[in-house]
């Protein structure tokens, strides 16, 4: 039973990890001109996105979403997956969990306010919708 459950675990770990390092590819190789978009006219004629149309539309909605704060949830995504892949629990969950969305606002309220200018940023700015 605890053998299937560390293989379950592991399983998810990787998957997570394999899903997060996509995320961070398709975020950093964002380009506004990429279909489907009203950004740029005229649109490119080909996907530029490391991850294909997908990770265009995938990291179009999240930086409109999260601008800044999308970085920092591929980078928790890899971190969590580091941590379940070393066997490692993670204690008092619920409570983590609202304390990375706290941060995950405060981040993307600051990059709001400051305006960072870091690359190109959907029309909504550097801290998203959020």
Do not use: H
């Not at 299937?4 to 997060?20: E, H, I, M, N, V």
């Not at 993670?90 to 600051?110: D, N």
């Not at 400051?114 to 690359?119: A, I």
């Amino acid at each position: 039973m605890l053998e299937t459950l560390k293989r379950r675990q592991g399983l998810l770990a990787l998957t997570l990890l394999a899903l997060s390092v996509l995320l961070a590819l398709a975020l950093l190789s964002y380009d506004p001109a990429d279909a489907p978009t009203s950004l740029v006219y005229p649109p490119g004629a080909e996907t530029q996105n490391a991850c294909g149309p997908v990770g265009a539309f995938v990291a179009r909605a999240l930086l409109a979403a999260l601008g800044v704060g999308a970085y920092a949830l591929a980078l928790s995504g890899i971190v969590l997956s580091v941590v379940w892949l070393k066997g490692l629990s993670i204690e008092q969950p619920l409570m983590r969990l609202f304390g990375w969305l706290l941060m995950l606002v405060g981040l993307t309220t600051v990059a709001a306010m400051l305006g960072f200018d870091w690359g190109s940023y959907p029309a909504i700015g550097p801290g998203g919708y959020l």
